[in-house]
């Protein structure tokens, strides 16, 4: 089987490649991804060297360059991840999330269906998006798979489109689709933008942890490696057609969880207790910001007897390990354009 993997490079696409190519030996894993700013090679070092692994530059914006990839290759699936994935900086440039989370994945689409010839026996189109689809919940209630769609930022509102244009094409054209909307995700390989290894990354070096509004909001997080998991077993085991809600039962107020961060970096760094916390910031709110979310996964614990299987405080430690004994990764990725785009995010907030 060939299976083409967007995105590959990127936090969760390298843990999906690493997955597929480690329990499938008898899979090509063919990983297309533009090395945006998130898109990291190094995230993938210890499996390049693997025969089954081939990486392939560009972009999915580029129809004909899709299509012909397609003509060469003929895959039997595709795993889309490749996407623009941080919230602020949608709301920088929307437009570029367009370009890649909508058109890109209608491009995909396209490719898939022309070259399948719509005889799609043994065929699968996998689109990997997220709850933020769903929109913001109150401080009660959960999403499910038909929770109505009510995107608030550029990035929920581009990956809504695609969603939709993914069951579109499994209407319209009968392509076989399954698409599965996870929680936040944290562990190790994610780009230090994200709340979880920035605070880490800061808190290590002494700089302020920027808290937006007043730390309130709340996020269902889930250990990397189960959602690789729960699309490892969605790819193979999941229905055509349907939709998997992925999430970890697991909320935190942003506040609480950068305050548990503080203690376990306190710890491993060997400061004295309340050191980290002082350097909670707190620092003019994201607009449009979602107060909750949290995912409804009955369906895939039902369907395909998914349930995480790392809990939240000891995936945290070994999150904190990884990065703190990561050093130079972390090194790579915080120079150049990461350094341009922190201090344009973060000065004068
Ligand atoms: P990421 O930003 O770490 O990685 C995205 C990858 O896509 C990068 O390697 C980047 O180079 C590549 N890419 C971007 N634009 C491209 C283009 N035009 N052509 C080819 N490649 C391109 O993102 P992530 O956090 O790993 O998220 C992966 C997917 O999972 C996304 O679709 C995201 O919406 C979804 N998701 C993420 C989370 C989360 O918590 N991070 C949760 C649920 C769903
Ligand atoms: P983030 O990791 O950007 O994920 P998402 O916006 O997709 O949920 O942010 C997680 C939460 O943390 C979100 O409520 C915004 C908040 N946040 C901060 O308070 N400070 C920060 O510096 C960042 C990056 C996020």
């Not at 843990?15 to 993938?44: C, M, S």
């Not at 399948?116 to 919940?137: C, I, R």
């Not at 929680?183 to 808190?203: A, D, M, R, V």
Request: glycine share 6%; with cysteine.
């Amino acid at each position: 089987m060939k299976i083409l993997i967007t995105g590959g490079a990127g936090f969760i696409g390298s843990h999906v490649t690493r997955r597929f190519l480690t329990n499938y030996p008898a899979y090509k894993i063919y990983n297309l991804d533009k090395l945006t700013y998130a898109g990291n090679l190094e995230n993938l070092k210890d499996i390049e060297s693997n025969p089954n692994y081939q990486f392939v530059l560009g972009d999915i914006v580029d129809a004909s360059f899709i299509n012909n990839l397609f003509s060469t290759h003929s895959f039997d699936a595709v795993v889309h991840l490749a996407a623009e994935s941080h919230v602020d900086r949608s709301i920088t440039n929307p437009l570029e999330f367009v370009f890649t989370n909508v058109i890109g994945t209608v491009n995909l689409l396209n490719a898939a269906k022309n070259s399948w010839k719509e005889n799609f026996e043994g065929k699968m189109f996998y689109h990997v998006s997220t709850d933020e689809v769903y929109g913001s919940l109150g401080l009660e209630g959960f999403f499910t798979e038909s929770t109505s769609y009510d995107p608030h930022s550029p990035y929920s509102a581009s990956k809504a489109s695609s969603d939709h244009f993914v069951r579109a094409y499994h209407d319209t054209y009968g392509l076989p689709i399954v698409i599965s909307n996870c929680s936040n995700n944290y562990g190790s390989f994610q780009f230090p933008e994200k709340l979880i290894p920035l605070c880490i990354h800061n808190i290590k070096n002494n700089k302020s942890l920027p808290v937006y509004g007043d730390g309130k909001y709340t996020r269902d997080w889930l250990w990397v490696e189960d959602h690789a998991r729960a699309i490892d077993l969605i790819f193979h085991k999941g229905k055509n057609g349907e939709t998997y809600n992925i999430g970890g039962f697991n909320e935190w107020q942003n506040i609480d969880l950068i305050k548990e961060l503080c203690r376990i970096m306190d710890e491993k760094l060997d400061r004295p207790k309340g050191t980290a916390e002082k350097l909670i910031t707190f620092v003019k709110d994201r607009p449009g910001h979602d107060l909750r979310y949290a995912i409804d996964a009955s369906k895939i614990n039902r369907a395909l007897d998914f349930t995480p299987s790392v809990k939240f405080e000891e995936g945290l430690e070994k999150t904190v390990e990884w990065y703190l004994s990561n050093d130079e990764w972390m090194n790579n990725v915080t120079s150049g354009n990461y350094k341009k785009y922190y201090e344009a995010q973060y000065t004068n907030r």
